[in-house]
């Protein structure tokens, strides 16, 4: 099967963007992304706003990806969707549209962990990427998760940690609304940080045994430490706006880097790669990249539009599974909650 054309359509929908992609063995022949601008006015995603314009735009959207591609549904060799996790109401509008599908199509049902996906999207033939080889350290950083994984091949991965709290994209988020940045807040305190001093202001590493992450110590010492600035001069925030943001930024980059390290040393594995929305963060390509040079690493960064949430990454999943014969029936259900490795 390996050999032939087999092409996989995949959805992902897993929170606030609609997307569908026509993959054609590792290639990606489409990769269609649908935002939902409504949710900039309440600062943050609302769930049961998200599930509705998954339903207006899922046809849509699996229509241009399978003009795109050029291809026909009939040719379509097997449907993968995301299973999980995310928002419960998001992930049911694609599991149903992609059980409904695949029943109609008569082809195979591929379930994708969309975690699993976020690493093993580094496996997309595509000429600016290389994959990693078994075994590596895969640090998955995102709105709503921060791991660091062990991944022995495709479908063998062990949590070597994870974040006890708040996830690393929820701290850049939570600054950012704290100094008052517009949703989605992480992008805009990465492109102030280019300009600013990351030296500037000192905030708490937090303390966490082993190989875990918490966030929410950061968030409440970056709260104090600017209502207790503001209430001495009032623009302090607009005037520091730089310096504030390259602040954030380096102490969390320093908390990712900490832990990643004391992972190589645990391990002995010094393949590292990462993915999920964070990863399209500067500051963290640059510091992997410094840790090639000074470390001896092998490090692995994905192109900026596999980073966010998108369904290419669950095609390549889909294909993986597809040529294993890990197929789903009917059954399958949207899980909000789904652990790697499960």
């Not at 010094?270 to 490090?299: D, F, H, M, Y």
């Amino acid at each position: 099967m390996a050999n032939k054309k087999n092409y996989i359509l995949a959805i992902e929908s897993s929170c606030d963007d609609t997307s569908a992609a026509v993959l054609c063995n590792t290639k990606v022949l489409s990769n269609v992304v649908a935002t939902q601008e409504i949710h900039k006015q309440y600062g943050g995603v609302v769930p049961e706003l998200a599930s509705r314009a998954h339903q207006q735009n899922i046809v849509p959207v699996v229509h241009q990806a399978l003009a795109k591609a050029n291809i026909d549904k009939k040719q379509l060799s097997a449907i993968a969707f995301t299973r999980g996790p995310g928002l419960m109401g998001s992930l049911l509008v694609g599991a149903s549209f992609a059980k409904s599908l695949s029943l109609g199509l008569n082809i195979p049902l591929i379930e994708v962990n969309h975690m699993e996906a976020h690493i093993l999207a580094h496996f997309i033939d595509d000429e600016s990427m290389t994959a990693p080889e078994f075994p590596f350290l895969g640090m998955t950083i995102s709105g709503g998760h921060t791991q660091i994984v062990k991944v022995s091949n495709y479908f063998d991965m062990e949590v070597l940690g994870e974040t006890l709290d708040d996830a690393v994209g929820e701290a850049f988020d939570k600054s950012a609304k704290l100094m008052g940045l517009p949703y989605p807040g992480g992008p805009l305190v990465d492109k102030n940080a280019q300009l600013g001093n990351p030296r500037a202001f000192d905030f708490p590493k937090p303390k966490v045994d082993g190989l875990n992450f918490s966030f929410s110590g950061l968030k409440t010492s970056i709260l104090y430490f600017l209502q207790r600035e503001t209430k001495k001069n009032p623009d302090f925030i607009v005037e520091n706006i730089n310096d504030i943001c390259a602040s954030v930024q380096y102490t969390i980059l320093e908390i990712l880097m900490d832990k990643l390290k004391l992972a190589v040393k645990q391990t002995g594995i010094q393949q590292v790669a990462i993915g999920g929305g964070v990863a399209a963060n500067s500051g963290i390509r640059a510091r992997l990249k410094e840790a090639e040079e000074t470390l001896g690493w092998k490090t692995y960064i994905p192109k900026f539009q596999y980073c966010t949430d998108n369904a290419a990454m669950i095609g390549i999943v889909g294909y993986l599974k597809f040529l294993e014969g890990q197929f789903t029936d009917q059954s399958i259900g949207a899980k909000a909650r789904y652990a790697i490795g499960s």
